[in-house]
């Protein structure tokens, strides 16, 4: 099975380290603490496993058997089911430069006792993340809930290199932009698809988050309510309520940076919508020009052709006159008349002078 970690924990310790789901459910049931159960890409059989053992809901194990779900929280009577989309950057040809945004799944069963959290991503990174929680027992005593505002908090901080990253490419797509580069318009498009993946991602996290934080609060008051029944206050339940306080604090935290993400998000999207619609703006002026400069050549190429048109017809009538009285025949009208030649000399003239006078009048020539 991929599990890449199983653990018990009783007051905040890890207790014990089961070889099975089942010993994990009996251990839990035997110390009254909380497991914890970690694991990756996990096959579907491995998945309705797990699912019988903590009798999970069977759409909530479904839903994640199939993947590809979008970010939301589903409550199953005492049991959330969590998805959440982590990102990542990937260089894909090793230059040291981000090459694109892949967005992961992060599936989590949140119960009374347990969570159960599946991989299929390769952040964030869910071990060193345990590590930091098995070094603060007081956080881990607050139940499964404290898990879950560190899962949420690993998740959002993911965003963070990424909405950095994008910020960068957009001033790049700025300047790319009014240099009239044209692999500008590649840029728009991809930077686009990265900033729609990021919105699904951040922003059904805002309503999940402010819903988780409003619960926990008003439980957390309720806790508090019973510590102090009369009004006398005890060193165990003050240190309580400061873990409910610091866990709150924390939630709110990530729920404002949630916030700021998916805000940041919308304006990327406003941007990129604008910087489309400018270049196509730029792209319909330049062919605007090109267009204009293409019936200039055309009026200039038809004034050209009017002019030789003209000129050819003017040079047709001497043309024709000459090419009859070049002709070897004896017998010709006035070929031996004294005024023969002056004649087609002149008719050659005056008719190339009356197509003249025709053709300057409708501004041929």
């Known amino acids: 099975m991929s599990i890449m970690d199983n653990a018990v924990y009783v007051d905040g310790r890890r207790t014990a380290n089961p070889v099975s789901i089942e010993e994990t459910c009996e251990t839990t049931r035997e110390r009254g603490g909380i497991a914890w159960v970690d694991l990756a890409w996990p096959a579907p059989a491995e998945i309705e496993a797990v699912a019988a053992e903590f009798d999970l809901h069977p759409l909530a194990v479904e839903d994640a058997i199939n993947a590809h779900q979008r970010p939301k929280v589903e409550h199953y009577d005492d049991v959330l089911f969590v998805v959440l989309h982590p990102a990542r950057s990937v260089d894909d040809d090793g230059d040291g430069h981000v090459d694109r945004v892949e967005f992961g799944e992060v599936h989590a069963w949140v119960g009374p006792d347990f969570v159960v959290t599946i991989r299929r991503s390769v952040t964030p990174d869910l071990d060193a993340m345990r590590g930091r929680l098995e070094q603060d027992p007081d956080l881990l005593r607050l139940g499964p809930v404290a898990i879950l505002a560190a899962l949420l908090d690993e998740v959002v901080d993911t965003y963070r290199p990424v909405v950095s990253r994008l910020r960068g490419d957009i001033d ?30 951040t922003g059904p996290l805002v309503e999940m988050l402010q819903d988780l934080y409003d619960a926990k609060r008003e439980y957390a008051d309720e806790q508090s309510v019973a510590a102090h029944p009369d009004d006398t206050a005890r060193p ?20 404002d940076h949630a916030i700021k993400h998916a805000e940041t998000a919308e304006t990327f999207r406003s941007l990129l919508t604008n910087a489309l619609n400018v270049h196509s703006t730029l ?19 038809d004034e050209q052709m009017k002019k030789i048109s003209a000129w050819a017809a003017i040079l047709f009538a001497p043309t ?9 025949f004896d017998h010709m009208p006035e070929l031996h008349w004294t005024f023969g030649y002056p004649l087609a000399i002149g008719g050659m003239i005056g008719l190339g002078g009356i197509f003249y006078g025709l053709f300057k009048r409708v501004g041929w020539l």
Request: aromatic share 6%.
């Open 172 to 201: 790049q797509i700025e300047d790319q932009l009014f240099s009239r580069d044209p692999e500008v318009s590649f840029r728009i498009y991809e930077a686009t698809r990265e900033v729609i993946g990021l919105q699904r991602a």
């Open 236 to 255: 165990d339940a003050d240190a309580q309520d400061h873990r409910w306080v610091e866990l709150l604090r924390s939630l709110r935290n990530v729920l």
């Open 283 to 301: 792209v319909t002026q330049e062919q605007n020009e090109e267009s204009r400069r293409m019936t200039e050549i055309s009026l200039k190429q």
């Open 320 to 328: 024709l006159v000459g090419t009859i009285y070049g002709m070897n």
